[in-house]
């Protein structure tokens, strides 16, 4: 009796194992062909939910043609079109017109709206009609410190004084003394909190420049001069990726031996990253900014749910050098980084 006990544990481990074997086999055929559908659905623009069509709008202070926000708005596309979202956007780098195009999504009684808080003194009284309309409010980018107190359910991005911090820790680690930061926006707050970040723990000095960013030549003249009047400039620090490259124009042209560095990255950064042209980059990965925003305002209104518990989600800083370009310049050149 006891070897016929035996007989049967041994037949039923066999069998369970055959059983196994094929359920594995089968779940991992399935969850191939799941992920295959997935991937066919998402190429081709359709939701992967059955909830209803809301729409949610995007307002930003970007000027025109800033590579950084269309990689935030290619995050923000793809979480809408899965979400099965009407994705509005609009754009200024003027606070009031700004606030303006806020108000008009409000007039429209959009289901959510997505902001940014570069100038937070404009934006204040709208984002709190957006809040008494009862349209949820997420910020991104710009804007962590007023965002809970203007009543929003979270912000995303990261922290500009955070960022700042560890360019001044990078320049001290790459041995600079003299460092320049270019503004390229005039009363945006998170600009300052990024060169206040980094004269706090840049251990040299470091100059501010105040350059017209809506005029690339003008930011190009601007650097040049100064760095053919201060030759012992070591290091200028763009904080957008369009200007990376006027900085790097600018340093050849008045033949000064600084280091270009920037915040941001897009498919040019990661290239002058790879090729030596650029020191590092601080990536604060704007796609996650912008797919993060609608899909979590797509949970609020789907089940309720706020992430953050009350503090900021924070999508950066990263330091880049030409040891993660390559790594990342897939993803560059398709927009997603």
């Known amino acids: 009796m006891a070897r016929a006990r035996t007989g049967v544990r041994a037949l039923g481990a ?3 194992a055959v059983l196994g074997a094929s359920l594995v086999g089968c779940s991992s055929t399935g969850g191939k062909r799941a992920e295959d559908a997935r991937k ?4 081709a623009g359709k939701a992967a939910v059955n909830t209803p069509r809301w729409t949610f709008a995007m307002v930003t202070h970007s000027g025109d043609g800033d590579t950084f926000w269309d990689i935030v708005q290619n995050g923000a596309k793809q979480a809408a079109a899965k979400d099965n979202i009407n994705f509005l956007h609009a754009h200024s780098d003027e606070g009031q017109q700004q606030a303006q195009l806020v108000d008009s999504y409000i007039s429209k009684k959009v289901d959510g709206l997505i902001v940014t808080l570069a100038k937070p003194d404009a934006m204040k009284s709208v984002v709190a009609k957006a809040r008494k309309a009862g349209i949820p409010v997420i910020t991104v980018n710009s804007g962590s410190e007023q965002s809970k107190a203007y009543g929003a359910l979270t912000h995303i991005g990261q922290d500009e004084t955070i960022a700042g911090e560890a360019v001044g820790d990078e320049l001290d680690a790459r041995g600079r003394k003299k460092a320049l930061c270019v503004l390229h926006e005039q009363g945006n707050v998170g600009h300052e ?3 206040a970040g980094a004269r706090k723990t840049f251990g040299g000095e470091m100059q501010s420049l105040y350059v017209d960013g809506t005029n690339m030549p003008d930011v190009q003249a601007s650097i040049e001069a100064k760095l053919q009047a201060d030759r012992s400039i070591d ?28 915040f941001d ?5 990661a290239e002058a990253l ?47 050098t030409d040891k993660d370009a390559a790594e990342l310049q897939e993803y560059t050149e398709r927009g997603t980084r």
């Open 40 to 43: 066919a659905q998402a190429a």
């Open 193 to 195: 909190q990024r060169c």
């Open 274 to 320: 790879r090729q030596g042209t650029l020191g590092f980059a601080v990536d604060q990965q704007p796609y996650l900014q912008g797919y993060q925003a609608v899909d979590l305002l797509w949970l609020y209104r789907y089940n309720a749910d706020v992430l953050g518990g009350g503090r900021p989600v924070l999508t950066g800083p990263q330091i880049i």
């Open 265 to 269: 990255l897009n498919a040019k950064v």
């Open 235 to 262: 290091s200028v620090v763009t904080l957008g990726a369009p200007f990376a490259d006027a900085a790097v124009q600018a340093k050849e042209s008045a033949g000064a031996k600084a280091e270009i560095d920037t």
């Open 14 to 16: 066999v069998l369970a």
